[in-house]
């Protein structure tokens, strides 16, 4: 093969060293623990529209999640991931099968304060890599300076949406419209949280205890690009089984493949303090902090040339 498109990727794959020394350093210097848990897992979370890579009669990891969690609930309070997961047939200018994960987790925290740690980690990589204040992507100049826009799913639905957030989850729209219509608008000049999504959409998030309809949940929007995924846990056993349960039947449903069951997982949620988690792309950052249009500017292999 030539490797001529290695070669003129260079310089950002040198940038996306450094941000991710600067990932790790941020998150050191908080006095988080750096920790690694296993790739190949027997049961992955029930995701409906995610899919796992079968590897025997196992599966790759879609997100250390679960794992990490039960590490909290050992009583490790400030965890960190840097790692690699699968999530199979994703592919696309923004999206590999194969990509790079950023996952931490601290205990006695909630979704707003994960808000505030993503503005400090994001603004502590643009330091380091001098970038400053003023991201430039695509043309677009975007202020990264704290604090950042928010807006809830349901304002975003009434803004950009054309209809209300419930009817949009009654017709069965609601990720349709969020991708065409809603994600494009957001984070354009301003970094942007969108968050409280509704209930049915929380996945493993805790629901909001002023407002049950929706979970604590929010992504991070820059660019037009969401950046990372992030929650209040669900802390209780018994709902996240509720819905592990809901999800696997959805799955059944549509003919995908049903997942067994995490029981070490549901068993130690028992244990688990309060605490909040976050998922952020570091390829997606990587493109933010290099002006690269397509993933494939960030990664040394696509997977077309393995």
């Given amino acids: 093969m030539s490797y001529s498109r290695q070669a003129a990727i260079r310089p950002a794959l040198e940038r996306r060293a450094r941000i991710i020394d600067a990932v790790r350093a941020f998150f050191i210097a908080a006095g988080f623990l750096e920790i690694e848990t296993p790739v190949r897992i027997p049961a992955p979370a029930p995701e409906v529209h995610i899919d796992a890579q ?70 502590f990589v643009a330091a380091r890599i001098d970038i400053g204040h003023r991201l430039v992507y695509q043309g677009r100049t975007v202020d990264l300076t704290p604090p950042w826009d928010r807006l ?112 070490p997982f549901l068993q130690d949620l028992e244990n688990m303090p309060s605490a909040a988690g976050n998922a952020l792309g570091l390829d997606r950052l990587v493109m933010l902090f290099t002006g690269a249009a397509s993933i494939d500017g960030v990664v040394a292999f696509t997977p077309e040339e393995l």
């Fill in 152 to 263: 809830t799913v349901a304002e975003a639905f009434e803004r950009f949406g054309g209809m209300p957030v419930q009817q949009a989850l009654d017709r069965g729209c609601f990720d349709e419209i969020m991708g065409l219509d809603i994600e494009p608008q957001l984070g354009i000049e301003r970094p942007l949280f969108l968050y409280d999504y509704p209930a049915r959409c929380g996945a493993l998030a805790r629901l909001k205890p002023a407002d049950t309809s929706v979970a604590e949940r929010f992504e991070l929007y820059i660019a037009g690009m969401e950046l990372c995924n992030a929650f209040s846990e669900l802390t209780d056993p018994r709902e996240q089984r509720t819905r592990f349960d809901a999800d696997s039947r959805a799955r059944g449903e549509i003919g995908k493949t049903v997942y067994p069951v995490a029981e």
């Fill in 54 to 123: 079968e590897t025997g009669d196992w599966f790759l990891q879609t997100s250390p999640e679960l794992c990490m969690k039960r590490l909290l609930a050992a009583g490790y309070e400030k965890i960190f991931q840097i790692c690699r997961c699968f999530r199979k047939g994703e592919r696309g200018g923004r999206h590999v099968p194969e990509m790079t994960l950023l996952e931490w987790y601290a205990a006695g925290l909630d979704y707003l304060d994960l808000m505030t740690q993503c503005e400090d980690l994001i603004g």
